[in-house]
């Protein structure tokens, strides 16, 4: 008996807005890389988040291992761009005294 030996394609799909997710979830590539980077095993991720398939999870480890390089410079784009609408959004919205806003709408 023979094992045949398929390529499987890497459970990651692009959306709209470029954000890399995991399979048809709305986990992001992101977030399993850091939680693989925060020395979180394959299995505490799936438990973290159950939408997740263990073999997927593995299979974007993997992936993440062989283009190290590649996936970095995306978070880091990522993170560039999270830091702008950040910005963007301090500019726009008054955030001193939020909280006392809202605890003043509460009573």
């Known amino acids: 008996?023979?094992?045949?030996?398929?390529?499987?394609?890497?459970?990651?799909?692009?959306?709209?807005?470029?954000?890399?997710?995991?399979?048809?979830?709305?986990?992001?590539?992101?977030t399993v890389v850091a939680a693989f980077k925060h020395g979180a095993t394959a299995e505490e991720i799936v438990y973290q988040y159950p939408t997740l398939h263990l073999a997927d999870v593995y299979a974007v480890i993997?992936?993440?291992?062989?283009?190290?390089?590649?996936?970095?410079?995306?978070?880091r784009q990522r993170q560039h761009i999270a830091k702008q609408?950040?910005?963007?959004?301090e500019a726009r919205f008054d955030l001193h005294g939020v909280r006392d806003r809202l605890l003043a709408r509460q009573s």
């Open 1 to 30: 008996m023979s094992l045949a030996i398929v390529n499987e394609q890497t459970p990651l799909e692009t959306d709209a807005d470029g954000v890399v997710r995991v399979g048809r979830t709305r986990v992001t590539l992101d």
């Open 85 to 89: 609408v950040r910005q963007q959004n």
């Open 62 to 75: 993997s992936y993440y291992l062989r283009r190290r390089q590649e996936v970095e410079a995306y978070l």
